[in-house]
């Protein structure tokens, strides 16, 4: 499993990580959300890699 956190704001980002951020349900800064380890989601959080922290559990 995968702890995904939103640590930065998504104000300034491009419009397709916005839509990243959203796909993957993070709207408010400090909102986390768990995941399966699966290589979709890995490449979703590549992408947005600056604004979100990750743990694995």
Do not use: N, W, Y
């Not at 990243?20 to 959300?33: F, M, V, Y």
């Amino acid at each position: 499993m995968l702890k995904v956190k939103l640590i930065k704001s998504k104000i300034a980002c491009k419009p397709q990580q916005v839509k990243t951020l959203e796909a993957l349900g993070l709207r408010k800064i400090r909102q986390e959300k768990s995941f399966e380890d699966r290589p979709e989601i890995r490449g979703m959080i590549a992408k947005v890699k600056h604004l979100v922290e990750v743990t694995e559990s």
